[in-house]
């Protein structure tokens, strides 16, 4: 079965104070894989896609890089701001459609 | 920048009750999708729909569920016998084939 685990669940970080979370994957096949911000009572906004492994892709304070079995957001020098819930997910390929499988999600609470 | 609609935002129905679900994709999307969100947990896949079908659908989306394109903007996700456990926020999605770009969502409570 296709999985999608990130880690951690919590994160609490003071402003300026930079870290990475973490998203692994088990998809046979992987077709991409997408990062999303989702804000409390929020749909999920769309923030990075990567493609195959050894892409990085960037966003004022984020980096998202991909690997083979896992994904990695690097978020530097963080402002309160950046406070929001992570999501990953992975598109699983239907016919000409593709369903996203999401991961739990890494809530991230930066500090002033 | 054009964006996804849903309406409402918040929907309060009783148990075995009819509610639809209202959503504007991105005028030249081709892919459509809802999604729900129980609180606290994961966004889990519901439905699918390309060329005015259903592509793929989960074990969620059972007889209870259907989905409408009436027009040419609006998709439509009806409920027809409400549960207390279809209590979720419902994003509706949509995609020209890559990134999928969600609405705010609806909030459904049933009591």
């Known amino acids: 079965e296709d999985q999608v685990t990130q880690s951690p669940e919590a994160l609490r970080l003071q402003e300026g104070e930079s870290s990475s979370l973490n998203c692994s994957y088990t998809?046979?096949?992987?077709?991409?894989l997408f990062w999303y911000r989702q804000d409390p009572g929020k749909g999920p906004e769309f923030l990075f896609t990567?493609?195959?492994a050894g892409e990085e892709k960037e966003k004022e304070r984020l980096k998202a890089t991909l690997t083979k079995k896992e994904s990695f957001l690097h978020i530097t020098a963080p402002k309160p701001e950046d406070s929001a819930t992570y999501l990953c997910?992975?598109?699983?390929?239907?016919?000409?459609?593709?369903?996203?499988?999401f991961g739990s999600g890494t809530q991230l609470t930066v500090l002033p | 920048e054009p964006e996804v609609t849903q309406t409402p935002s918040h929907q309060v129905t009783q148990m075995g009750q009819e509610v639809i679900l209202r959503c504007v994709p991105i005028?030249?999307?081709?892919?459509f999708y809802w999604y729900r969100q129980i609180l606290g947990q994961k966004v889990e896949f519901l439905v699918s729909?390309?060329?005015?079908?259903?592509?793929?659908k989960s074990e969620i989306f059972d007889d209870q569920f259907s989905v409408e394109r009436p027009d040419g903007s609006n998709f439509t996700l009806k409920i027809r016998s409400t549960k207390l456990e279809d209590s979720a926020m419902y994003f509706c999605?949509?995609?020209?084939?890559?990134?999928?770009?969600f609405g705010p969502g609806t909030r459904l409570t049933v009591t």
């Open positions: 999605a949509s995609s020209r084939g890559g990134e999928q770009y």
């Open positions: 998809v046979s096949g992987l077709r991409g």
């Open positions: 990567l493609y195959s």
């Open positions: 997910a992975v598109p699983i390929y239907s016919g000409s459609a593709r369903q996203l499988t």
């Open positions: 005028s030249n999307h081709l892919y």
């Open positions: 729909f390309y060329n005015n079908e259903i592509s793929e």
